[in-house]
């Protein structure tokens, strides 16, 4: 069965250093997205991607954030000077028919 | 705004017992509704679906109606397993433009014992 990945598991970096989460969506699906879940709390929603561009995204999608589809199977999420408040799971998910399907996480740690 | 409010946790039960999670909901238009499980070390799964009033979603034995009236959306199984034992998110899906995103409630974890 079909699934989304993702890489690292887990991601340890200093504060202000870029982190590249990686993921690999559905091959035919065309909506993607990133979420992130903060030890303790709910998931939030990020951005969602669609047609080589964001269609939408939250407030905390902020300009330290980036997303992008560099070929035709990877879609990755970067954070460009990472802070503490950035340590989380975040899960990418994409989208076929009404059903998203979601990656196992990336764990992220800001020291 | 959109919202999502679901019963926290953690929830014991004995193998075999019936199982209700709440989930009630804020949302502007007619959102379909979704619960999914996170197995631990696993990402989210969809475990079931409904896209309209009194629409009952169902897999696994688990079951939830769509309640327009009362603006929820209840997770339940007569008889829960050891293998069941997971967290379990309610979440909404709101159209905005050319995206489906998900709300999410904060997660109930259930642990059920032998």
């Known amino acids: 069965e079909p699934e989304v990945t993702q890489t690292p598991s887990h991601q340890v970096t200093q504060m202000g250093q870029e982190v590249i989460l990686r993921c690999v969506p559905i091959?035919?699906?065309?909506?993607f997205y990133w979420y992130r879940q903060i030890l303790g709390q709910k998931v939030e929603f990020l951005v969602s991607?669609?047609?080589?561009?964001?269609?939408?995204k939250s407030e905390i999608f902020d300009d330290q954030f980036s997303v992008e589809r560099p070929d035709g199977s990877n879609f990755t999420l970067k954070i460009r000077s990472t802070k503490l408040e950035d340590s989380a799971m975040y899960f990418c998910?994409?989208?076929?028919?009404?059903?998203?399907?979601f990656g196992p996480g990336t764990r992220l740690t800001v020291l | 705004g959109n919202s999502v409010t679901q019963m926290e946790g953690p929830v014991t039960l004995s193998e075999e017992a019936f199982l209700t999670i709440n989930c009630t909901y804020t949302?502007?238009?007619?959102?379909?509704l979704f619960w999914y499980v996170q197995y631990p070390g696993e990402g989210l799964q969809l475990l079931l679906k409904a896209t309209k009033a009194d629409d009952k979603g169902s897999n696994k034995g688990f079951e939830a109606t769509y309640r327009k009236e009362t603006t929820s959306f209840h997770l339940e199984k007569g008889s829960v397993q050891v293998s069941d034992s997971a967290v379990y998110f309610c979440a909404l899906n709101t159209y905005g433009g050319a995206t489906n995103k998900l709300i999410f409630g904060t997660g109930t974890l259930l642990a059920v014992q032998p």
């Open positions: 998910a994409s989208d076929e028919y009404n059903e998203q399907f």
């Open positions: 091959s035919n699906h065309l909506y």
């Open positions: 949302a502007t238009g007619y959102p379909s």
């Open positions: 991607f669609y047609n080589n561009e964001i269609s939408e």
